[in-house]
């Protein structure tokens, strides 16, 4: 999903941007739980929620991902400072109504920042694209019957994309 | 610790989820319904309706207002238009490499749920289509160019590129006209390309040595 932030206008009335789903909350929860799960037993690094904010540089903007997940050797010490580095993984749950513009741009950042792996589910259609970095974005689709693989950011992790919608 | 796995497993497999399929059309229609090309053709469409609509997988989804798109929109759609016309088409005179379509309808048949789509410019292969065919473009084009609107929803998009490489389709050019990037997609390759206004767009194995700067193509 694309943050929306609260928008005060003029007329001091608040108005809320588009926010996300039930269904959204969710999946993202369900991909939160699983590599937490998987962390537990597995310890190289952090799985962070949606409210960690990303610095990627001076060109680019601040970023948030739905879920992400940080290895230890690049987590900084204290855990309380900036995170001026891109994620190993970033999972973006895609909401109904999300425009190509703003995610596209959001993938293009990624890429340019580092991001080694990226999933983008799609509640809609079941479906996850899975993105990897390799002199560009390599792009598959996983289906309800595939599985998504932690590959060498996450060894041994694997997550059948049935369990994010049962 | 597995049986904390357990646990945990279980509860997040608990919740019943009802998924809402993206169907917005006024005629009324099942949302659920898979449709053929016939069957979205036959349908009558509400007068009222300010939308278009193209059949992407057998689900019918909204492209773009009846309006039409904005006037930047329809010059970026001529400058490709023109460029490919120039290289591959009328402007190479008997070296013709094929043809080129402005909105033209194709029927991308079902290689994955039918889809019947228009995009905004598109080029086809000399010989590929039968003489005086009449209807919709029979064939898959080789080359797909789509102008993104910023009203585009990522999982339509998303899902119309997975049907043209499906369909055969060779090399796609999804172009992002606010932000000015193009996303270039080439059939049985899964990198996708993002150019920026320094790169130049390429026409690949389907038009050898067709090459156009963004710079000249956002001016």
């Known amino acids: 999903m694309i943050a929306q932030d609260f928008v005060v206008s003029q007329g001091e009335e608040e108005v809320m941007e588009e926010m996300a789903s039930g269904l959204h909350g969710v999946i993202a929860s369900r991909v939160n739980g699983y590599l937490f799960i998987y962390l537990l037993q597995n310890k190289l690094g952090h799985v962070l929620d949606s409210s960690t904010t990303y610095n990627f540089g001076d060109d680019l903007p601040r970023r948030e991902s739905d879920v992400s997940f940080v290895s230890l050797e690049k987590m900084p010490i204290p855990l309380d400072s900036e995170l001026a580095f891109a994620p190993d993984l970033a999972v973006e749950v895609v909401s109904k109504n999300d425009k190509v513009y703003e995610l596209e741009t959001k993938l293009a950042q990624y890429q340019k920042a580092g991001v080694s792996l990226i999933w983008v589910i799609y509640p809609n259609s079941q479906k996850v694209e899975v993105y990897r970095q390799k002199t560009g974005l390599i792009e598959q689709v996983v289906d309800l019957n595939g599985e998504l693989d932690g590959e060498n950011i996450l060894p041994g992790f694997k997550l059948k994309v049935k369990a994010l919608f049962d | ?219």
Request: hydrophobic share 35%; proline share 6%.
């Open chain 2, 1 to 219: 610790m597995s049986i904390v796995t357990e646990e945990l497993v279980q509860v997040v497999a608990t919740p019943e989820i009802e998924l809402e399929l993206e169907t917005e059309i006024n005629a009324g229609e099942d949302p659920e319904k898979l449709y053929t090309v016939e069957e979205f053709l036959a349908l009558e469409w509400d007068d009222d309706d300010d939308e278009e609509y193209e059949l992407i997988q057998g689900r019918i989804v909204p492209r773009r207002e009846k309006i039409g798109p904005s006037g930047k929109h329809s010059r970026i759609s001529t400058k490709i238009a023109y460029y490919l016309e120039a290289y591959a088409g009328l402007g190479a005179g008997e070296q013709q490499l094929g043809e080129v379509y402005t909105e033209g309808p194709c029927n991308l048949g079902r290689p994955k749920g039918s889809s019947y789509v228009v995009p905004d410019v598109c080029f086809v292969a000399a010989g590929r289509t039968p003489a005086n065919f009449s209807g919709p473009i029979p064939v898959a084009p080789d080359l797909v160019v789509e102008i993104n609107s910023p009203s585009d929803t990522l999982e339509n998009i998303h899902t119309k590129i997975e049907s043209y490489l499906a369909a055969g389709v060779g090399l796609i050019w999804s172009v992002y006209l606010l932000d000015k990037y193009v996303i270039m997609y080439r059939l049985g390759e899964s990198r996708r390309l993002f150019l920026e206004l320094e790169d130049e767009l390429d026409g690949s194995t389907v038009i050898p040595g067709f090459k156009l700067k963004l710079n000249a193509l956002f001016d």
